[in-house]
């Protein structure tokens, strides 16, 4: 029984960087009893309400990022100027972890700004092993509540870096209720008929 929990920690804790929650290890079978003896074993470490880290993975650089994304619960992304950090533009460091989740979500965790709103299943992915917003969403979330400078710088190197396309950020504005003042604050010109 011990290599079969190994086996499904590793499982568990590879795409989020070592983490993953009590929700994900019951529904691969282990039971509360399992992850308190190894806890006490030391071959997990409980990090956050629900949340544990398999000891053997080597740190991550954004652990308490994971950690929180875990913590709030299904369809939450680390955004705004954390989802930055996450991508490396704009050489962003927030001085709190922003995360946004479409449900209601009570919880508080010191360091942590929750921003409640739609969130589609499209607007997140997984990079460098975190929940993270997609690049577009990011970019008008940070458009909306931050520094126009450094949306601009953010939006200039995510396209430099290849993480979307100039048309895919126009589309992704054009969408927006407040797109005309989202444009504006980004800097972006109108694109011409055969841009990328």
Do not use: C, K
């Not at 533009?89 to 927030?94: G, Q």
């Not at 499209?122 to 126009?148: G, K, M, Q």
Request: charge should be neutral; avoid cysteine; glycine fraction near 6%.
């Amino acid at each position: 029984m011990a290599s079969r929990a190994v086996r499904v920690f590793h499982e568990l804790a590879e795409t989020h960087g070592g983490h993953f929650t009590v929700d994900q290890a019951t529904q691969a079978g282990l039971t509360h009893r399992m992850l308190s003896y190894h806890v006490r074993t030391g071959e997990l470490e409980r990090v956050a309400q629900g949340v544990y880290r398999w000891a053997r993975f080597p740190p991550h650089p954004f652990a308490d990022v994971i950690t929180a994304v875990l913590w709030a619960g299904d369809n939450t992304a680390a955004s705004h100027e954390t989802a930055l950090a996450v991508y490396g533009l704009a050489d962003a460091m927030p001085p709190v972890i922003h995360l946004t989740t479409p449900r209601r979500f009570r919880g508080r965790r010191r360091g942590v700004t929750i921003h409640h709103a739609p969130l589609a299943a499209t607007e997140i992915r997984v990079f460098n092993a975190v929940p993270v917003t997609t690049p577009a969403r990011t970019l008008v979330d940070v458009a909306r509540s931050s520094d126009p400078s450094l949306a601009q710088e953010a939006a200039t190197e995510a396209i430099d870096q290849g993480l979307l396309t100039h048309r895919r950020l126009w589309a992704a504005l054009d969408s927006a209720p407040d797109a005309e003042r989202l444009h504006t604050v980004l800097g972006l010109r109108p694109l011409p008929a055969d841009a990328s």
